[in-house]
Nanobody, 119 residues
Framework: QVQLVESGGGLVQAGGSLRLSCAASGTIFSINAMGWYRQAPGKQRELVATITNGRRTNYADSVRGRFTISRDNAKNTLYLQMNSLKPEDTAVYYC?????????????WGQGTQVTVSS
């Protein structure tokens, strides 16, 4: 299994920056890809960005050019650098890992970290 713990959320003014971190533990070698998702009040959880083991990245249109996802394999940590933040970026941000277990693809989620952007 893979366990994930996020950190780095907080309150920031519009135009500011935050960096989220996600520390992974457990069967790290089984991870195929990792990503960040977010859920705003009253809305469904949505994809923010993903990164594969081959460092291929994918971003939601709403964050492309402002957010950067990266991985530090030596530290087993996933990052999300968020710049030029907007009030509409306010949400709980969740870290995700897709990993192999017993020939099945499974997902692990962190507990979430709150990001609040004030106007």
């Amino acid at each position: 299994q893979v366990q994930l713990v996020e950190s780095g959320g907080g309150l920031v003014q519009a135009g500011g920056s935050l960096r989220l971190s996600c520390a992974a533990s457990g069967t790290i070698f089984s991870i195929n890809a990792m990503g960040w998702y977010r859920q705003a009040p009253g809305k469904q959880r949505e994809l923010v960005a993903t990164i594969t083991n081959g460092r291929r990245t994918n971003y939601a249109d709403s964050v492309r050019g402002r957010f950067t996802i990266s991985r530090d394999n030596a530290k087993n940590t996933l990052y999300l650098q968020m710049n030029s933040l907007k009030p509409e970026d306010t949400a709980v941000y969740y870290c995700n890992a897709a990993y192999n277990e017993n020939f099945s693809l499974r997902n692990s989620w962190g507990q979430g970290t709150q990001v609040t952007v004030s106007s």
